[in-house]
């Protein structure tokens, strides 16, 4: 029945005890060091077998927290932070957590911030490290991105890396990001393993369209939410002044639609929600331009909520790349902007589209209560992860508790939006749009 192999690497023996004074008692009121053998179960999901109820999957991941010894002498620690790829609310919150539990609850003083995520750690860069203190980060929870910039690209070159890292006696490298990012500090992590080096390398998940496989929620993504929905708003108060008045918004989500799916249950005047894992049609009977003429002859107004990566099917192709190596898509929402345009036009009737794209203003935004309070505890995860000598490896949350994740297997594959669910199925009840808007 075990499906996943989510045993976790250590750098070697814990000897050295934990300055953290906690309890070993149980019962007496106070909380308790984290075991190794401490698990949480990876699917809580039951089923019937030969009269039985047996669970799903026996795969359990371990639980994070303070171990009571520890693999690092905080004394020796040259711990290093990068924030990589594209903003999203939250990192300054996360590197504010990273300082501070590393700054007083284990008493390491010499925190570098690398700037310009994995491009700071080339021998190419211009930029110095930046000296973290808790004097320096005390107030960063309040302001959108991240102090020590970010950037894509970078995370390849493993050999200039590794070199910086081990000639600036680097031992703890904390990286801050997405897919990209995550697949580049695994990289990272067996370069540093083929030398023999004593470094441990901790992933924090950061990625806005919360897409990372086997996490149950990405810092940012509530915030993002949070967010988009006012300014569907004001899609609809737009919409429903004006002659079938269409309000278009656009809102991340590359390859999974959960922002959109999300906003369009917390907003409910959304009524086409597009998403890339739901293809659809322009044209044709069953198409989204009939479907929408249809609902605008009898409602007189319109919302549409799309996903960056929906409808990527139906455009030509840019044939570009960024920097990390992901496809550069075309704009869907400029895209079906004219082609509504333009389909109207042709059957004589009167809309007025007003087209908002929130997603810089999104991205740049301070988190909410719930991202401060989950990157907070993001970042202390990570900290005693990583002075625990735990490496190749990332801290999460799953199934409400705290856990180890190894990077290979958070990055093995995307976690989508399933459009058998019933959260897509909530959507459709909301939106009542047609299922499939395929011919």
Not at 55 to 77: C, Q
Request: glycine letters at 10%; aromatic letters at 6%; hydrophobic letters at 40%.
């Amino acid at each position: 029945m075990n499906k996943h192999d989510f045993s976790i690497t250590s750098l070697g023996k814990c000897s050295v005890p934990n300055p953290i004074t906690m309890s070993d008692v149980d019962g007496d009121g106070f909380a308790d060091y984290v075991d190794d053998d401490d698990r949480v179960l990876f699917s809580i999901g039951t089923h019937v077998e030969n009269g039985k109820r047996i669970h799903e999957s026996e795969d359990t991941l371990e639980m994070a927290g303070p171990r009571e010894k520890i693999y690092f002498n905080p004394a020796h620690v040259h711990a290093a932070i990068c924030t990589c790829g594209g903003i999203c609310p939250g990192l300054n919150n996360v590197i504010r957590a990273v300082v501070r539990c590393l700054w007083y609850r284990y008493g390491v003083k010499r925190i570098s911030g690398i700037p310009y995520g994995y491009r700071g750690l080339l021998p190419t860069s211009k930029d110095s490290f930046v000296e973290l203190n808790p004097d320096v980060v005390d107030d960063i929870q309040e302001k959108g991105g991240t102090i020590l910039g970010s950037a894509r690209g970078g995370g390849d070159k493993v050999t200039e890396i590794v070199d910086t890292l081990e000639s600036n006696n680097i031992n703890i490298l904390f990286t801050i990001g997405g897919d990209g990012t995550l697949r580049g500090a695994y990289a990272i992590s067996q370069e540093i393993k083929a030398r023999g080096l004593k470094i441990a390398v901790v992933g924090i998940p950061k990625t806005i369209d919360n897409d990372l496989a086997y996490i149950q929620t990405s810092f940012g993504f509530d915030t993002a939410v949070s967010l988009a929905v006012p300014v569907v708003r004001g899609a609809h108060v737009e919409a429903k002044n004006a002659i079938n008045g269409i309000g278009l918004v656009k809102v991340m989500g590359r390859e999974s639609g959960f922002i959109a799916v999300h906003t369009s249950l917390a907003q409910s005047d959304v009524n086409f929600c597009l998403i890339p894992e739901n293809p659809f049609d322009l044209d044709g009977p069953n198409g989204l331009l009939g479907h929408l003429k249809t609902r605008l002859e009898s409602r007189g107004h319109a919302v549409i909520l799309v996903a960056e990566g929906a409808g990527q099917d139906i455009m030509p192709a840019t044939g570009k790349t960024d920097a990390s190596g992901n496809v550069r898509y075309n704009d869907i929402g400029l895209f079906l902007k004219e082609k509504i345009t333009e389909y109207f036009k042709k059957c004589d009737m009167e809309v007025n589209i007003k087209y908002i794209d929130p997603s810089y203003v999104i991205r740049s935004a301070p988190a909410d209560s719930f991202d401060s309070i989950y990157c907070a505890r993001l970042g202390a995860n990570a900290v005693h992860a990583a002075m625990a000598g735990k490496t190749e490896v990332l801290v999460s949350m799953l199934n409400n508790s705290f856990i180890h994740m190894p990077i290979k297997e958070a990055v093995s594959s995307r976690s989508k939006v399933e459009t058998t669910s019933a959260i897509w199925r909530d959507v459709l009840e909301n939106t009542r749009q047609p299922a499939s808007m395929k011919n």
